[in-house]
Structures are given as C-alpha cells and as structure tokens.
C-alpha cells in the first residue's frame, strides 16, 4: 500500500496542473514560496514572511487571463516547475531559484534575498530585497523615464520614485532572454548603494538666478541661491563605481557632482527629480567630493561598488514579490501587455505638432503665440 501511495504521489506531481491547483508551493527558510505561472512564458514568484501583513488590492495584473497549463517535479532536492515556454527551478540546499527557456538554456538566477519584518505607523509590514547573478556581457534596460542619460543601466543605481518629470517602471529587460517585474507599489532602489559619503557646506555662496515661479497668486519672480558642499570617499579597491546622489529634499533644481575635480554629474532644471546617478572609474585611495545644490539641500552621496548582480529592494512590502517573463523581446512584452493591459493605439491626429511651456506670464505672449500658430498654418 505504502508503494502504491509513493507511486501515485509522484505520478501527480509529473501531470498538468488543472483545477484548484494554480501554483505550486514550498516551504523555504525565508517562508512560504509561492509559484504562480501566469502565461506560457511568466511565471510570479511571491514569499511571504511569518508575520501577518496586509494584503493590497492588485493593481498590476489587471487583466483576465487564462491559466496555463505546467507539470511539477521533484528530484535529488530540486523543485522544477515546468511551462511551455519555461522553466522555474528551486534548489533546496541552496535555497535559490534559476529560471530556464524553453530550450532549456538558463536566463536568470538568483544570488542572495532578504525578508525582514517592519511597520509603518504600527501597520506591519516587510522590508524585502532580491539579487540575481548579471553576467558581465548583459545588457539591461528599463525602470521607466529618467534624466541620468543612461540606456544600459547594468551596475547603475536608481531610486525608483515618481515625480514631476521622473517616471519609475519597476520592469526590467535583459539581452539574456528574460524580462523582470519588480511587484511593489512603494519606494524601490534598483542596485541600491551600501556606501554614504557625508557632505558639509562648505561655507562658500554658490551664487543665485532670477527665475520665473508659479505660486497660489500667479507668477512670480524669485531669487533661487545655489550652496556648495564637500567631503570625502574612501575607495577600497580599483573599478567602476555607481553614486547616487540624493538632495535631500522632493525635488531638485540643481544635480553637479566632482570626483577629484573630474564633473560626473551637471544639471540644471527647473523640474529635476530627488536623485540622479551615474557610474565613475575610480582608483583604490580617498577622492575628494564636490556637490552643487540649490540652498535648502541637505544632499548625501551614496556609492557602491559595481558588481555581478542585479538587485530590487523595498523597505516596505506585503511580500518578497517578482514576476520572471521568458524569451526575446517581443515575445516577453506581449505576455507583459496581456497580464498588464494593452496601450491602445494612439489616432494619427495624436501624431502632430505637440507645444509644451511651463508657463505664459503675460496677456500678450499668449496673443504672440496665437498669431504664430495663425501664420505657421499650426
């Protein structure tokens, strides 16, 4: 009877899921992983602490679709979720999940996670973070609209905050064969730096501009001063480096940032976002800091080491929650528009001329533009 059972058991776990069963479930060290294949080729990857947390309501998936097909196993300690277009596999010893093609060739592997419990406002809640293995010839791109004028942002690090000018897509794509969403609805850091170089005012006026500004009574003109800042960065080891420098304040009218007198980052916008990146060759030793702000900044420079990985953090958190999407590029934004919603595309009269102005200060620049549209046939 005991053989029977055995033998039943295993033949379960080799058939196509249908029915109730929609994941597949492990217990981990960090607690309960949850599988869900979501198409053919994406597969959601959710681990939920032990402390009891508020669920949200899903605002990413919002689409109907239906369920695939998958086949489970389980061998020599190896959990193997099995898709038409992909492979999910969770090694026990390691307590680590790698991600294959169709092909059966590896995409994605991870290399380190960390769930920790935390609140907020005495809400609990957790504090997760999740890096994977990035080989040193991958190509990444993605994380939405930013100014740092990076497009491979391999290495770099970002803060994925929404603000005027900035929009943060927490979805990655790799030339390795694979697309990555980051599932939370809070503050992300992408590569998030474990260095900070503290910064002081430096005592010295970094000038000042007149500038238009658009307050509860209309525009005005104000005067906006400029301070500087220094401090020092102790390097343990040549290579590449990423900083992030953050202004301490919600939004910024001034990045600059000069590593031993070499300009690694300059900006000057009315509307620049909180932080901004960049990635900077060092020597081993201490290099000198210059940081430019607006007064008012409390700015801080974090830097970190370019390494192997990838890495998503959130200090706020219902679960350690991704999703993995298999294949080229087409192939992973299709499935992404199916779970996600579809862009409807946009009318040709959608596709003409577009003008953009901050502001008009007067009765007669307004006119001025009008005649012009007139004259220009706009």
């Not at 029977?4 to 607690?31: E, F, N, Q, W």
């Not at 994605?108 to 994977?132: G, N």
């Not at 060092?282 to 900044?297: F, P, T, Y």
């Not at 200060?361 to 220009?376: A, H, L, P, W, Y």
Request: proline share 4%; aromatic share 8%; hydrophobic share 35%.
């Amino acid at each position: 009877m005991r053989k029977l059972y055995i033998l039943t058991v295993l033949l379960a776990v080799m058939l196509p899921c249908a029915g109730k069963d929609k994941d597949l479930r492990i217990d981990t060290p960090s607690g309960q992983l949850v599988l869900t294949p979501l198409t053919d080729n994406a597969v959601r990857v959710r681990i939920v602490g032990g402390t009891a947390v508020p669920q949200l309501e899903e605002l990413v998936y919002t689409e109907d679709v239906k369920a695939p097909k998958f086949k489970t196993s389980v061998r020599d300690g190896l959990h193997t979720l099995k898709l038409k277009g992909m492979s999910a596999v969770y090694d026990m010893s390691a307590d680590v999940l790698s991600f294959y093609n169709a092909s059966g060739e590896l995409i994605l592997k991870e290399s380190s996670r960390s769930i920790a419990e935390s609140s907020v406002q005495d809400v609990p809640c957790l504090s997760v973070s999740q890096s994977f293995a990035s080989p040193d010839d991958e190509v990444i791109l993605g994380t939405g609209q930013f100014q740092d004028g990076y497009l491979n942002i391999k290495g770099l690090t970002r803060r994925l905050t929404q603000v005027n000018t900035q929009i943060s897509v927490p979805f990655v794509l790799s030339n390795k064969g694979y697309g990555l969403l980051w599932n939370n609805y809070g503050l992300t850091d992408f590569n998030p730096a474990d260095r900070v170089c503290q910064l002081e005012a430096a005592g010295s006026e970094g000038g000042s501009v007149m500038v238009n500004a658009t307050g509860t009574s209309g525009n005005r003109r104000e005067r906006r001063s400029f301070g500087n800042f220094t401090g020092t960065m102790s390097v343990p080891s040549d290579g590449q480096y990423a900083i992030l420098l953050d202004v301490g304040q919600s939004m910024a009218r001034k990045h600059y940032v000069a590593i031993d007198d070499v300009v690694c980052i300059d900006a000057n916008n009315t509307w620049l976002p909180p932080t901004a990146s960049a990635i900077v060759s060092l020597k081993a030793g201490e290099h000198k800091v210059e940081v430019r702000g607006s007064m008012g900044d409390h700015p801080v420079l974090n830097w970190r080491r370019v390494d192997a990985t990838t890495t998503f953090s959130s200090p706020v958190a219902t679960a350690l929650d991704y999703t993995v999407f298999a294949g080229g590029a087409d192939e992973v934004m299709r499935s992404y528009r199916r779970l996600t919603g579809e862009v409807p595309q946009m009318q040709d009269w959608m596709f003409g001329y577009i003008h953009c102005r901050e502001r008009y200060n007067t009765q007669d620049e307004i006119i001025s533009n009008m005649k012009g549209f007139q004259e220009n046939d706009i």
